[in-house]
């Protein structure tokens, strides 16, 4: 069932379809007969559940007149999904359900109802958390807290990923895809060479730093802000927000603090703007609200925040999709990456996931799961300065890659990613003539997706670039060579 677990959420939960809609097309499109107690059972081991029970109304009730007594603001949650106050409280005037006599002290977190149901488990609860004041409201020079910003951005992104996927702004495109999270198609592919457009340009001007040619690092930089700012005005696909706070955290560990600093204020400075020209709901203002408060964020905290960030959307793309969909395998790779490049002491083991005895068994041994991993794998290891180990992941990945037949792109993709980690361990072992045929090899490939505007293999291509320059200057048998 977890195979077709959001399948079952956009049907039941956002297309309001009945049960017995779901179980027919269960079967229909997949085969699968499930019979209604069975599907019932699943659906609240997942948190899919439409109403709310009576007590379970009446006990939120209660806990919100307690909460507006004492001057506070209320955000419920029942079973880890956000609850529509206003229905709740328009349907308790209508059935009497409104608590009477003195209310109780408030309390931040309603302990769960007793349930005899075996289906029920840790997760049928009702939370409740007070939400934080706008960024922009709070007042100037106060003592900081430096857990209150993030406790208050994490809330935020809560609102905004549950939010989207609740209302079907995100949407499930299949197990082997990334969600839909733009309104068209067309959008979300021109939003994401947008966002490999704003990676490209601050990594070239990284690079321009270290040969100091700071006048083409600047001119790349100012390309990069430009990008970042359409982004925030106007972009909607999900991975826009991860992507700029690791990139505001690698621009710092690489010793570019100003520009980090600059970055980060850019990015909320952008989102305030866009707010008072966009307007908006719920996910809006959560989205501009986050901007804000990354802006108001200490470096130092940054990292812990990223991390913090990184795990609540592998959690809760995992409670929304389901742990079989590709987007929540994304997720957790991201996450794994960014917690291995930082960690050099910590095992691959302990990250990823098996290759050869857990995903080849689940989805076959060219499936992009697989290749992902053992593409993180080289990364890792040649990060490590492993370079022998690399060699033996780049030759897997090339070896599965002849067998993918119907995803072209797949193919290209990862057969440029081996070449390139090939050719760089053999240029790092001193095996020149290997090398120049990896990169070679590489570099061809790659000009297949230089033709768009956006070119996400511009990392790859730039390292490649030197290496190649390098053995032509000094030729395949110079002692002076990779020195």
């Known amino acids: 069932m977890e195979k077709y677990q959001c399948e079952t959420f956009l049907m ?133 807290h430096r857990w209150v910003p993030s406790e208050k951005l994490l809330f935020h992104l809560d609102t905004l990923i549950k939010g989207s996927f609740e209302a079907g702004k995100w949407r499930f495109n299949g197990n082997e895809s990334l969600i839909l999270s733009c309104p068209m198609h067309c959008t979300q592919e021109t939003e994401q060479s947008s966002l490999h457009s704003f990676l490209s340009h601050l990594i070239d001007g990284s690079a321009a730093v270290k040969l100091n040619d700071f006048r083409r690092a600047g001119a790349h930089w100012r390309q990069a802000f430009l990008v970042a700012e359409n982004l925030i005005a106007t972009g909607e696909y999900h991975g826009i927000l991860p992507n700029l706070v690791q990139q505001i955290n690698d621009l710092e560990s690489q010793g570019l603090s100003d520009v980090a600093r600059m970055l980060k204020q850019h990015i909320a400075q952008c989102s305030a703007v866009a707010l008072r020209n966009r307007g908006g709901g719920r996910a809006t203002l959560a989205t501009s609200e986050v901007y804000q408060t990354i802006g108001n964020l200490d470096m130092i905290d940054m990292s812990d925040l990223e991390e913090r960030i990184m795990q609540r959307f592998a959690e809760l793309f995992t409670q929304y999709l389901g742990p079989e969909c590709y987007n929540t395998f994304v997720m957790r790779m991201n996450r794994a990456r960014r917690r291995l490049l930082r960690q050099p002491w910590t095992r691959l083991e302990d990250f990823l996931p098996s290759v050869e005895g857990e995903l080849d068994d689940l989805f076959g041994s060219s499936n992009r799961r697989s290749l992902d991993v053992l593409g993180l794998r080289a990364e890792i290891l040649s990060q490590r300065g492993l370079d022998h180990e690399v060699e033996i992941e780049a030759k897997a990945i090339l070896q599965r890659v002849a067998e993918i037949r119907d995803d072209a792109w797949q193919r290209l993709y990862h057969l440029v990613r081996a070449s390139f980690w090939f050719g760089k361990a053999q240029f790092r072992q001193g095996k020149w003539d290997e090398a120049r045929m990896s990169l070679e090899s590489a570099m061809m490939f790659a000009e297949f997706r230089g033709v768009e505007k956006a070119d996400i293999f511009e990392p790859e291509r730039l390292v490649m670039k030197g290496y190649l320059e390098e053995l032509q200057a000094f030729g395949s048998n110079s002692e002076d060579l990779g020195s």
């Open 12 to 144: 039941y939960i956002v297309d309001n379809k009945p049960l017995t809609q779901v179980q027919e097309y269960l079967l229909q499109e997949h085969g699968l007969e499930v019979p209604v107690k069975a599907l019932k059972t699943k659906l609240m081991q997942w948190g899919y559940t439409k109403n709310i029970k009576r007590e379970e109304a009446r006990q939120i009730l209660r806990e919100k007149e307690s909460r507006d007594a004492a001057g506070k603001s209320s955000s419920f949650t029942l079973r880890q999904r956000p609850v529509a106050l206003e229905k709740i409280t328009k349907h308790g005037h209508r059935a009497g359900l409104l608590p009477h006599g003195p209310p109780q002290q408030a309390s931040s977190t309603v302990p769960s109802l007793p349930n005899n149901d075996p289906a029920s488990n840790s997760t049928r609860q009702i939370a409740c958390r007070t939400p934080p004041p706008p960024a922009a409201s709070l007042p100037p020079n106060l003592p900081k």
